[in-house]
């Protein structure tokens, strides 16, 4: 019962969430000047199809990182795997790959649109799935950085 509530604090308590509910909330209030400002501003549509890719790239980056956040190749004596709240860092790496996937599929959503003529959804879709993206990757380069951090640390004392 402790690692499912963990599990789903960990998921809804964070940045991701809000930065959904942002752009639901910009798509929501503003979604006739976005659409008025994508007329007025012309962008290469291969750039949007480049775009689009990012999300998917993130998610690869995310996976390789995930595996050295939980198995540091510094710790040969599986010191990370033997602490008390190692689960805990698996929830937060697992919450992070669960985001990644959604802004995927959001960002696979803003790839239907005919980008020679943007909409404001998809436009909105394609700014947050590639900023939620990014926002899983600084986290798990944080974590990634952190774990290096506290094994090289154990590993002199």
Not at 48 to 70: D, E, Q, Y
Not at 131 to 155: D, P
């Amino acid at each position: 019962m402790k690692k499912l509530l963990e599990t789903i604090r960990t998921f809804f308590v964070s940045p991701e969430l809000a930065l959904v509910i942002c752009g639901v909330y910009l798509q929501e209030k503003f979604s006739k000047q976005i659409e008025h400002a994508l007329l007025h501003v012309h962008i290469p549509d291969d750039l949007f199809k480049w775009a689009i890719a990012i999300p998917g790239v993130l998610l690869c980056w995310s996976l390789v990182s995930g595996r050295k956040i939980l198995f540091p190749e510094k710790d040969k004596s599986s010191i990370l795997q033997k602490w008390p709240d190692y689960w805990k860092l698996r929830i937060c790496f697992h919450a992070t790959l669960s985001w990644n996937i959604i802004f995927l599929m959001i960002s696979i959503y803003a790839w239907t649109n005919d980008w020679t003529k943007p909409s404001s959804i998809h436009f909105v879709a394609l700014a947050v799935s590639i900023l939620g993206s990014a926002f899983c990757s600084l986290s798990l380069y944080n974590a990634q950085t952190r774990v290096e951090e506290e094994i090289s640390q154990y590993k002199t004392e």
